[in-house]
């Protein structure tokens, strides 16, 4: 079951409505025209995980496309409403995807379309956190500098202009991949199509996670902040690019992470087996489940 939450100001906690039921204008400049910011994020047992990181992405993205949106506090209350009526509905459901959107709204009216959506993780998405990716490198057709030269690119936001991304993972199964890695015009790594980008070397007993650098025009990733904070307490070096397709390839693991599917090893790319490490993955596996 799918719960639907509208951030309306005529009720505080939100507007719970029919998810079975027509419930956005077909004037809505989200629908017209991707024109739109949107987060998803887990939660467990009822909590939702990192909403704070979450709510502060939101709003750099809402700022970035000069978007007035409701304020964090009215988002947890739509948040806490959806997972009280997911609840209700499924109670064997211990997980959820929460996920919260805006628009601009329908096309002349000047005020935001602000909802939350709550619906079971997929089975697929687990499958996948379980037995691993096979992944392909694909060109972004940018490169590394385009996000500093050209800010209406809107490369840091997440917005709901996805068709690309979507086209991408499309494109990796129709040969034989899961997902992607997209890679720059000038040979730099930068992120998957809904992940974050994550390798792993472990020599001489010094273990070391690296992932690609902001500046390059990626998505900075929740989770993988969440978790490059706890792997620090526990010892581990970090590094934040810039990366090449060769460090992917000679790591000691490589796995994309991202706030539904989690911490997914890579398993080749291109076809190319990759070095896999069943230890590192579950040592930061234990920590993407406390602290991701």
Do not use: C
């Not at 994020?41 to 704070?52: I, N, S």
């Amino acid at each position: 079951m799918t719960v639907l939450v509208f951030l309306d100001p005529a009720y505080d906690d939100g507007k719970v409505v029919d998810a079975s039921q027509p419930q956005l204008m077909a004037t809505d400049l989200g629908a017209t025209r991707g024109d739109g910011i949107f987060e998803s994020l887990l939660a467990v047992g009822g909590t939702p995980r990192k909403e704070q990181a979450h709510l502060a992405r939101l709003a750099s993205s809402a700022a970035a496309l000069d978007l007035v949106v409701p304020d964090a506090a009215a988002w947890s209350r739509a948040i806490r409403t959806g997972l009280r009526e997911f609840a209700a509905a499924e109670p064997d459901e211990d997980s959820a995807v929460v996920k919260l959107l805006a628009t601009r709204g329908v096309e002349g009216a000047g005020r935001a379309t602000a909802w939350v959506q709550v619906a079971p993780v997929p089975a697929s998405t687990v499958a996948q956190r379980e037995a691993g990716l096979k992944v392909l490198f694909l060109e972004r057709g940018y490169d590394s500098t385009v996000a500093q030269r050209a800010p209406w690119l809107l490369m840091g936001a997440k917005t709901l202009s996805y068709a690309v991304n979507m086209a991408a993972v499309r494109y990796a199964r129709a040969h034989g991949a899961d997902d992607v890695i997209f890679t720059s015009s000038d040979g730099k790594v930068l992120e998957g199509p809904t992940s974050t980008v994550l390798l792993a070397y472990d020599r001489d007993g010094q273990k070391t996670l690296l992932t690609p650098q902001l500046e390059s025009g990626i998505l900075a990733g929740t989770s993988q902040s969440a978790l490059f904070a706890a792997a620090k307490e526990q010892g581990w070096e970090l590094g934040y690019g810039p990366l090449e397709p060769h460090d992917l390839l000679e790591a000691d693991a490589v796995w994309l992470i991202s706030s539904i599917r989690l911490l997914a090893p890579v398993l080749s790319l291109d076809g190319q087996e990759l070095r896999t490490s069943p230890s590192l993955t579950a040592e930061l596996t234990e920590l993407v489940d406390r602290f991701v």
